[in-house]
């Protein structure tokens, strides 16, 4: 997540930095204003994720403990 995020940002400071460049002077974003979008919305699936998991564990814990050894614990 915080590298596609980083490359996000990186290519949306560089399409800044060409509206104020000299003619000629523009250097291409890394990737495309499409290509940026899809990682960000990529980043933001996996964050939905990662907090989805977090919470399952959490509640797991909070129901079972958090030194469960097996099943034998239960």
Known sequence: ??????????????????EEAEAGEEIAPAISEYGAEALLRFSIAAAKLLHESADGSITWMNNYGWFFKGPADL
Do not use: G, P, Y
């Open 1 to 18: 997540m915080q590298t596609c995020l980083e490359i996000v940002h990186a290519a949306n400071f560089q399409r800044i930095c060409n």
